[in-house]
C-alpha cells in the first residue's frame, strides 16, 4: 500500500526517471509506462499537475479495469500494472507502477521508448537491438537448458503462476504456452535455464540430488497439495497433519489478539476420509490428527520436504521450531501464504524463525509462498 507520505515525497521530489505526473488518463500514461519498463520501472500518478498540484480525478466503477486493458491491449509484450488509489487532501489520484520488464524492449503501438531524466526518448533502431540482446542473448538466464524441454516442466505452477496475475490485476491472462513464449521462457519444444529453475517439479530437486529423507504436510485441509506430493515422492513415507476440525480455538485467540486475521474457529474443517480418497499412494500415508505439535510427540524422522499450510502464526511458528532441525541438507521447507493479506500470522511467524536462526528465506514465484533450504 502506497502512504500519503509517500507520495508527497514524490510530489516534493518532481518528475524523474522514475516519476511521472499526468492530470488524466491518455495514450501518453501508456507511453510512459512503457518507457519505465525499458529502465528500471517507475510510477505514473494520475491526478497531479506537472507541476505536482493534486487536481484528482473522477472514477467510474470500471475505470481502473478499463485502463488496465488497455495498457495491456497497446503495448508488446503486454504490460499490466499495479493500480493503486489513494485519497489525500479530499481528493482522488490513481497510483500505476511498473516493474523493469526482464525481456526488452516494450513496445507502445510499434514504437520503443525508454525514460531519460524526466521525458520519454524514442529509441533509435540500433537501441533497440542492443537492448534486447543485451536482456536476453547476454542473460545465462535465457540461454536454452540442456537436455530438457517442455514436457518436463511442471504446468501446474506455470498455470499457479498465472493464477496469481490475475487475482492481483483483474484482468484475463494467458494459457500456459502463450505465458511461457511472451516471456522468452521457451523457444519451441526448448526450455530456457529460467523456465527451469522457476517452473519444475518439486520432486526434481530431491531426486536429482539424491536425497533421502521422509515428507510432510502441516494444514493439509481437503487433500489437494497432498495428492501432488504423494504421488510425486512415490517412495517416501508421507506424514500428514491437520486437525480435521478447522482452526483450534487457542490459534484463533492468538490471531485475534495480534491482529493477524480474522479466522475463526473451526473454519476449513475436513475429514481424514476425503483426504484418503486423494491418495494415489495410500499406502505411503500416515495420519496424524489433533493439535500440532502435539500430534507429532513421537516423530524423529528425517525429512527432505515439508509443505507448512497452516495458516496461523501458532502452527506456523511450532511447524518451523519442530521441522527444520529435522531438514537434511538441501531439505526444503516450504512455507505457504507468507505473502497474504489474509493471513499476517505466518509472515510474523517465519520472519522471528528465519531471524532467530539466521537463516534466508526464498520467495518462489508464485507470489504467495516462500521456501527454506535447509544448508
Not at 198 to 224: C, K, R, S, T
Request: glycine share 6%; with cysteine.
Amino acid at each position: 500500500m502506497i502512504s500519503i507520505q509517500k507520495i508527497q515525497a514524490w510530489l516534493k521530489e518532481g518528475e524523474s526517471d522514475h516519476i511521472e505526473f499526468k492530470l488524466s488518463f491518455g495514450q501518453d500514461v501508456i507511453e510512459t509506462l512503457g518507457a519505465f519498463a525499458n529502465v528500471k520501472g517507475g510510477m505514473v500518478l494520475l491526478g497531479i499537475s506537472d507541476a505536482g498540484e493534486i487536481k484528482g480525478v473522477s472514477l467510474a466503477k470500471e475505470s481502473i479495469n478499463q485502463w488496465v486493458n488497455e495498457i495491456k491491449s497497446k503495448t508488446a509484450p503486454q504490460l499490466i500494472p499495479d493500480a493503486e488509489v489513494v485519497d489525500i487532501q479530499d481528493k482522488t489520484i490513481v497510483c500505476f507502477a511498473i516493474a523493469e520488464y526482464p525481456v526488452k524492449p516494450v513496445a507502445y503501438r510499434g514504437r520503443y521508448y525508454r525514460r531519460v531524466t524526466n521525458t520519454n526518448h524514442l529509441m533509435s533502431t540500433q537501441e533497440v537491438v542492443n537492448a534486447h540482446l543485451q536482456s536476453v542473448n547476454s542473460s545465462w538466464d535465457f540461454y536454452i537448458r540442456p537436455n530438457k524441454n517442455i514436457t518436463q516442466i511442471s504446468l501446474d505452477k506455470v498455470n499457479r503462476q498465472i493464477e496469481i496475475i490475475n487475482q492481483r490485476r483483474q484482468v484475463s491472462s494467458d494459457d500456459p504456452l502463450t505465458f511461457l513464449r511472451k516471456f522468452s521462457l521457451i523457444d519451441g519444444e526448448n526450455i530456457t535455464n529460467a523456465c527451469w529453475l522457476m517452473f519444475l517439479p518439486d520432486q526434481e530437486l530431491v531426486y536429482e540430488q539424491n536425497l533421502q529423507g521422509n515428507i510432510a504436510e502441516g494444514g493439509v485441509f481437503e487433500g489437494e497439495f497432498a495428492k501432488y506430493m504423494n504421488q510425486y515422492f512415490h517412495d517416501r513415507k508421507f506424514y500428514l497433519f491437520d486437525t480435521f476440525e478447522g482452526f483450534d480455538d487457542r490459534d484463533v485467540a492468538v490471531e485475534a489478539n495480534n491482529q493477524f486475521s480474522v479466522s475463526m474457529k473451526g473454519h476449513l474443517t475436513s475429514t481424514i476420509d476425503k483426504v484418503k480418497a486423494k491418495m494415489p499412494l495410500i499406502e505411503n500415508c500416515v495420519f496424524r490428527p489433533g493439535y500440532f505439535p502435539e500430534s507429532a510427540y513421537d516423530i524423529n524422522d528425517e525429512f527432505v520436504f515439508v509443505n507448512l499450510d497452516f495458516d496461523l502464526y501458532n502452527p506456523t511458528l511450532a511447524g518451523l521450531e519442530f521441522f527444520y532441525p529435522k531438514m537434511v541438507k538441501n531439505g526444503i521447507l516450504l512455507i505457504h501464504d507468507y505473502f497474504s493479506d489474509n493471513y499476517k500470522g505466518v509472515k510474523q511467524a517465519v520472519d522471528e524463525f528465519s531471524k532467530k536462526e539466521c537463516i534466508p528465506i526464498c520467495p518462489i514465484g508464485d507470489g504467495i509462498s516462500i521456501a527454506i533450504i535447509k544448508y
